[in-house]
């Protein structure tokens, strides 16, 4: 019996190669033999092929002695360095443990940073530090609850300060909101966040009312004042505000541009469907409930440019219908923010008004007017 190889590159063209005669037979000698005499007849080096399979005569598949012991010696290695880890872990465990119960590292000092609100003492007070709690044991997670007590604060940053301090700085709540009750002299702080903060007794100085005083108190945070809350809205320090009234307020001041946000100066919210506001120049503009904003935005813009300085309300409520309410005198003074216009000269804003109101859908102009061809009246027209 013979040993057929198709030796792949030669012969390429002659046919079939045979081995020439009088060759000896193969079997009972490796692959790898044969491929080695081969090899001297000018093979190329990595071996022969049969078919598709590469014969490598180099490779026998056994690690020598030296590839063992060197494996051995890495094995070694990385078991040693594991245990070590290991043993350097339990023992600083062990260490902190002991530490943590002994009087090393107590706490003598605090160092606390007040608040405009929350004074340095109300925050060591607040803080509840144990008498002999030490840096390794002291529960940071408590004391930052414990600070948490306190409706101005919002979070706490605390830093263990070697051999014997402990570093405590809160970070105050801020004002987004004053809402002044629809009864009473009472207006609540509202957090940013929607948490409840504290009330405030308004006081009123002579000639003004309570919305100025609410105002002015707004104004002193940065805040939005919200007035005439209903007797729904039941604020407790802490709570989060869920009322939704407030909700539609948040609603609006999410979907109004940055540019007519600016021009607000407070909010009348009765319930979450009438919702009014008041821009800084005094002009009320009855909004409804928080649907279609962008487009009741647009009328109010348009409106206010048609008649810069002369509207004292506008009704938005109804998109497609709005209503406005003009002066005849071009004497108009700024107001508040919180109540109606006012007319120089002490004359009430209310006897010169003239109500104009747009009519169908059909009936109205791009800018928010009547069209000429609707029934509606128009203030240019009835001052002709």
Known sequence: MGLRLRLSGLGRGRGKARPPKGASSVLGSSLGDVAGRLQGRGL??????????????????????????RRGRLLRGVIIALVVVVALVVVATVGVTLLSHTSTFTIESLDVSGTEHVSADTVARLAKVESGATLLNVDVQAVEENLRRSPWVASATITREFPDRLGIEVHERSVGEVVAMSTGDIAWLLGTDDVWIEPVHLTVPDGQTTNDAALALAEGYGALLVTDAPSSVEPTALATATDGCLKTVELFQEQFSQGFKDQIASYSVEDSESVTCVLKSGVEVSLGAASNVDTKEALVRQLLDKYPGELTYVNVRVPSKPAYRRLDSPNVGEGTGAAGSSVEGGSSYSDSIRSDKIGDPADVNDDGTASSGSGSSSADASSQ
Do not use: F, Y
């Not at 190329?44 to 012991?69: F, H, M």
């Open 44 to 69: 190329p080096k990595g071996g022969i092929r049969e078919g598709n399979l590469k014969v490598d005569p180099s490779a026998t598949g056994r690690l020598t002695a030296g590839d063992q012991r």
